[in-house]
């Protein structure tokens, strides 16, 4: 006998969002209503308004769990092995990495990516605040192993922050996306630690 497990509201909520992130990828966020998406779960859109009282809410969700996934990655690669230069670029690779692979494959996916951005505006600087949180605790560890010069971490990683935005962000990612983005990530880092990199005398 088959016992049907109920959802929680929370995991209708994230079902409802999947759902509708596939439609916006395949239709366009402003093709695609309520009702398409209400039809592609077998529900009613009275039953998808009761837990989002708009397509924007539904990107909201889609948005934060985006950013969360971010963030996790970028959390498990500062805490990995690796030299702070290394692990500073992975951070920057993995953001990079993560918009070119989830939201720019598709020109419909666009429309979608700007929504969020246009009113997500708070989630996202609590989510660039992480971001340079974590390359800060980097760079105090470059510090505490003599990599680097005496430094303001603080100061130093909102500095790192403003001069990666090309690779952080979705729509300027999109503009340059033949662009060999990889190497710049890499190549910027390198350029911007290099400044507060420990000088070596060579020997002889």
């Given amino acids: 006998m088959n016992v049907r497990v109920r959802e929680t509201a929370e995991e209708t909520r994230e079902r409802i ?21 209400a039809a592609e779960l077998g529900m009613s859109p009275a039953n998808v308004y009761r837990f989002f009282p708009s397509k924007t809410a539904i990107v909201a ?35 990079l990495r993560y918009h070119k692979a989830n939201f720019l494959a598709e020109r419909r996916v666009h ?8 009113n997500n505006w708070d989630t996202i600087e609590g989510h660039k605040e992480h971001i340079r949180v974590l390359v800060a605790g980097v760079l105090k560890d470059g510090l505490k192993d003599g990599v680097f010069v005496p430094h303001d971490p603080q100061v130093v990683s909102r ?16 503009q340059h996306i033949d662009d060999d983005l990889e190497a710049g990530v890499e190549a910027t880092i390198a350029f911007l630690l290099r400044s507060i990199e420990v000088t070596r005398t060579p020997l002889g």
């Fill in 61 to 95: 969700t889609i948005c934060q769990r985006s950013l969360g996934e971010m963030g996790q990655q970028a959390a498990q690669i500062a805490a990995a092995p690796g030299t702070p230069q290394q692990r500073i670029a992975g951070i920057y690779l993995a953001i």
């Fill in 17 to 37: 969002a999947r759902v509708a992130e596939d439609l916006f990828r395949r239709m366009g966020f402003a093709k695609t209503a309520v009702a398409d998406i």
């Fill in 111 to 118: 429309d979608m990516v700007q929504v969020a951005i246009e």
């Fill in 159 to 174: 500095l790192i922050l403003g001069a990666m935005v090309l690779y952080c962000h979705p729509v300027l990612v999109a």
